[in-house]
C-alpha cells in the first residue's frame, strides 16, 4: 500500500482528482481521451446502439467461451497504448469555470454528458425496449430549452457533449445544436447507427467539426448483427456509413455490446473495426437495467464477464486500435491484477489513460440528460435526478443527494465498501441499483471478494 499505481497492494483510496488532474496541461484531448469520452459507461444505452434509445439491444442464447482466452497474444510485444498524439484541441472539463467551479463547490465538473437530443429513431429495432420508432415523442427538449441548458452547462465546465439518440441525426437541428455547443465552448460529438449517412451528411459533420463518431456493430456479419437489431439490410448500411464517415475525415469507434449471444465473437468484431480502420473499438457490458431489465438473462454470467475482460486486457497489448471495455468497472480492478502478475505497476506510461481513469464515472465526471431533460448518472442508472425545464443542469448537479453519495466512496456498502479497488473501480452502480434497490450496495456482477470483506450483508450495514 505505497504506490498510488492502483495495483493491488496500493494504497486503497487512489487519489482519482488528482490523478484526473494530470491530464494535459496544454488543455488539449489526445485520441485516446476522446475515445474514452465517446464512450463512458451507460451510453451505449442511448447513444450508439442502433435504432435504441433505451441502451440495451440484446436478445438470444448463450455461446460459451470467450474468443481468444487469456494470454492469447505473442508474449514479449510491448503494451501498445492507443491513441497517442492526435490532438483535437480541446479539453474537456478543464478551463477556468471548471476549475473555479470545484474550488467552490468542492465538486469536480462534468467532463463528458450524453445526452439524448431525440428518441425519434429511423429504424424499429425488434429488440428495442423503448420501442424507439419514427416520430414525435412529447416533451422533447426545444432547441431553445437545449440552448439554455447548454448556456447553464458552460458556467461549470467545457465538457465533451455526446449527442445521442434514438437517432441524433433524426433532429432536423442537429447541426444548430452542434454549432451551439461548438460556440459555447463544449465539444459534440455524435452517437449514431450510421445507417442515415451519406456523403451530404458526412460532409456536414466534417464542417461542423465532428471529431469522431460512435456506431455500434454487435456480430462481424449480416447475418449476426441484422438478426440481433431485427432489421435485414442494417448491417450492410451501417458499413457503408461507417465507410464514408471516413472517406470525409471523421474518426469513427465501433461500440459491441457483449452478451451471452455474442461473447464468442468480440475477437471477430475487433478484426473487423480493425480491417475498416477505424480509429477505435470500445466492448460494453451489458446493464439490462430499466426497459431491458427483461434481458437479464442475456449479461453474462460473471465468471465469464471476468474472461472477457481478461482477454480485453490481453487483446490490448496488440491491437492498433484504441479498445477497452466499457460499463465494466472492475477492468480496472482486473488490469492491476494482471499486471502485479506480470511484475508491472499500472502506471500511466505503460497504460495510458487506464491507469488514470475510473471504472464508474457516473455522478462522478458524466451523467445523462434524457430527451425530455431528465437528468440521471448514466443512461442506465434508472433514476431520474431532476430536469432541466424546471432547474439548472448546474444545480442538480452540484446539489442531487444522489450524486453526492456516488462521489463518496467511502458510502459504497458490502464487498464494494471493503475493497482496495474501490477507487479506481467502484462496481457498477445501475446494477447495484436494479438488483438489490440500493445504488451503494455490491456489485453484484464481480467474483473478486476483497481480503478485509467480511461476507457482511449490504442490509446489515446499514
Ligand atoms: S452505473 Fe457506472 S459502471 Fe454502471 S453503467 Fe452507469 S456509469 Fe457505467
Ligand atoms: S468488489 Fe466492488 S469495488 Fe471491488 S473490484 Fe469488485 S466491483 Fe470493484
Redesign the pocket.
Known amino acids: 500500500m505505497t504506490d498510488n499505481t492502483g495495483n493491488a497492494d496500493a494504497r486503497p483510496d487512489l487519489d482519482l482528482e488528482q490523478d484526473l488532474a494530470e491530464a494535459p496541461a496544454d488543455g488539449t484531448i489526445n485520441e485516446q481521451e476522446m475515445a474514452d469520452a465517446l464512450a463512458?459507461?451507460?451510453t451505449e444505452g442511448v447513444a450508439i446502439p442502433v435504432g435504441h434509445p433505451a441502451g440495451i439491444p440484446m436478445t438470444g442464447g448463450h455461446p460459451a467461451g470467450v474468443p481468444g482466452g487469456p494470454g492469447g497474444h505473442p508474449a514479449g510485444v510491448d503494451r501498445q497504448r492507443h491513441g497517442g498524439a492526435r490532438s483535437v484541441g480541446f479539453r474537456p472539463g478543464g478551463g477556468p469555470e471548471a476549475l473555479a467551479y470545484q474550488e467552490r463547490t468542492g465538486i469536480k465538473a462534468p467532463r463528458i454528458i450524453a445526452w439524448e437530443i431525440t428518441r425519434s429513431c429511423n429504424l424499429s429495432c425488434a429488440h428495442c425496449r423503448a420501442a424507439a420508432e419514427f416520430g414525435h415523442y412529447d416533451g422533447e427538449l426545444s432547441m431553445d430549452e437545449i440552448k439554455a441548458t447548454v448556456d447553464d452547462i458552460v458556467t461549470i465546465s467545457n465538457p465533451i457533449i455526446i449527442l445521442t439518440g434514438g437517432e441524433p441525426l433524426m433532429r432536423p437541428d442537429i447541426w444548430d445544436i452542434v454549432d451551439y455547443c461548438h460556440e459555447k465552448g463544449a465539444m459534440p460529438v455524435i452517437g449514431t447507427n450510421a445507417t442515415l449517412i451519406t456523403d451530404d451528411i458526412a460532409q456536414k459533420m466534417a464542417d461542423h467539426k465532428i471529431p469522431r463518431i460512435s456506431v455500434s456493430v454487435d456480430f462481424p456479419d449480416a447475418e449476426g448483427h441484422d438478426s440481433f437489431r431485427g432489421e435485414p439490410g442494417c448491417f450492410d448500411q451501417t458499413i457503408r456509413g461507417i465507410k464514408i464517415a471516413k472517406a470525409h475525415g471523421v474518426g469513427v469507434q465501433i461500440n459491441m455490446t457483449v452478451t451471452t449471444m455474442n461473447a464468442d465473437k468480440v475477437s471477430d468484431v475487433h478484426d473487423l473495426a480493425e480491417s475498416l480502420g477505424v480509429d477505435a473499438f470500445h466492448i460494453f457490458m451489458l446493464?439490462p437495467t430499466g426497459r431491458g431489465s427483461d434481458l437479464l438473462e442475456k449479461e453474462l454470467p460473471p465468471e465469464e464477464y471476468e474472461r472477457v475482460l481478461e482477454w480485453a486486457y490481453h487483446r490490448q497489448k496488440t491491437s492498433p486500435l484504441h479498445f477497452k471495455p466499457t460499463?465494466a468497472?472492475h477492468y480496472y480492478r482486473i488490469i492491476r491484477q494482471l499486471a502485479k502478475k506480470e511484475g508491472k505497476k499500472v502506471t500511466r506510461e505503460e497504460y495510458g489513460l487506464d491507469a488514470m481513469t475510473r471504472?464508474?464515472?457516473?455522478g462522478i465526471t458524466?451523467c445523462f440528460i434524457s430527451h425530455t431533460g431528465d437528468i440521471q448518472?448514466?443512461g442506465?442508472?434508472d433514476m431520474q435526478l431532476g430536469n432541466v425545464k424546471e432547474k439548472p443542469f448546474s444545480e442538480i448537479w452540484t446539489e442531487s443527494k444522489v450524486f453526492n453519495e456516488l462521489r463518496d466512496y467511502s458510502l459504497l456498502k458490502g464487498k464494494c465498501g471493503a475493497c482496495e479497488y474501490k477507487a479506481v473501480c467502484g462496481g457498477?452502480?445501475?446494477?447495484a441499483l436494479e438488483v438489490t434497490g440500493d445504488y451503494l450496495a455490491s456489485e453484484p456482477y464481480c467474483i473478486y471478494e476483497p481480503p478485509g470483506w467480511t461476507g457482511e450483508c449490504d442490509s446489515e450495514k446499514e
Open positions: 463512458p459507461c451507460g446493464v460499463d468497472p471504472g464508474c464515472l457516473g458524466f448518472p448514466c442506465y442508472f457498477c452502480r445501475a446494477r
